[in-house]
């Protein structure tokens, strides 16, 4: 029989837990539609659930669309100052779940760029985290995806993290930017809910025998996970939820008895993580 076991740190983090709380809070007194800008975290099931609740995405597009007093919910990735400012224009009530550590971020750029630094943002230039980090500075910055740079830097940078990239990535960028660049300002602004997901999926995946990472798959953070994982653990299966573990995966499980790993993405919620252990147990209610 397997014995299937769950990483320490796995599922909502603070800031995703926060935005879908608000969006839900939201509806509290609101005669108007309610909008997210863009999906509110990246988890397909969450997305759903909150059409269901007749919250809906839409993206920079249908701005000119909305009404006067349409509510429209800021992502928790984020979103540049331009965006914000042309949504006052509209008069549309904004609600702001921006992650509190990225707003961090956004303050961080603003203040340097504004002192005449050149921003670097270590991160994946088309995430929409970065891309609304970017927003900050008027979208002047350099990106360094994995940390590598493409060209000379300039002299005077401050550099910020995508608040899902990986430490490596991080200390890799640092090293370039310290032999570059003659004055520099640095945060690390890797969320430390990040860190510590990553850590405790990696000592899980160097004891079993069997990990499977749970998110979806846009999602930045999930994604890392599963890299991680992989690294300590051949067989690392990735699946979005309950309906998508597939044959491959059932194969393995059910070829001996096994220890199983678990984790899952700061977009994952409990419940979706409960459905997949429950269908790997052999459960028959999973799918309630």
């Keep these: 029989m397997n014995n299937i076991v769950l990483a320490d ?23 108007k539609k309610i909008y997210t800008l863009g999906p509110l975290i990246h988890n397909k099931d969450v997305i759903s659930r909150l059409q269901d609740t007749d919250i809906h995405t839409i993206d920079i597009n249908d701005i000119y669309r909305l ?8 992502r928790s990735h984020g979103v540049g100052k331009d965006v914000i400012n042309l949504l006052k224009q509209r008069q549309l009530d904004i609600i702001d779940a921006t992650c509190p550590y990225v707003k961090h971020i956004h303050n961080i750029v603003e203040k340097y760029y504004n002192m005449d630094y050149k921003i670097i943002i270590i991160g ?6 970065v891309i609304g980090i970017n927003g900050w500075c008027e979208n002047s910055a350099i990106v360094l995806e994995h940390g590598y740079a493409k060209g000379k830097l300039p002299g005077k940078v401050c550099v910020v993290c995508q608040t899902t990239e990986k430490q490596e990535s991080f200390k890799r960028a640092i090293d370039i930017i310290s032999d570059q660049c003659r004055e520099f300002v640095v945060f690390n602004t890797i969320c430390s809910a990040t860190g510590s997901r990553q850590s ?6 160097a004891k079993m025998d069997v990990m499977i990472v749970i998110g979806d798959k846009s999602s930045s ?5 599963y890299e991680i994982c992989k690294n300590k653990c051949k ?5 979005e939820n309950h309906e998508s573990i597939d ?9 001996g008895s096994f220890n199983i790993g678990i984790t ?25």
């Design 9 to 31: 740190k796995a599922g909502f983090c603070f800031g995703v837990k926060r935005a879908v709380d608000e969006a839900l809070a939201s509806q509290k007194g609101k005669a």
């Design 67 to 74: 009404e006067k007093g349409d509510t429209v919910i800021l």
């Design 124 to 129: 994946d230039p088309i995430h929409p985290e």
């Design 200 to 205: 405790s999926a990696a000592e899980l995946a």
């Design 221 to 225: 953070n999930t994604n890392k996970l």
């Design 235 to 239: 067989d690392t299966f990735y699946i």
């Design 247 to 255: 044959e491959e995966v059932y194969s393995k499980i059910n070829s």
């Design 264 to 288: 899952a993405g700061a977009s994952t919620p409990d419940w979706v993580i409960d459905k997949v252990i429950s269908k790997l147990k052999g459960d028959k209610d999973h799918g309630r």
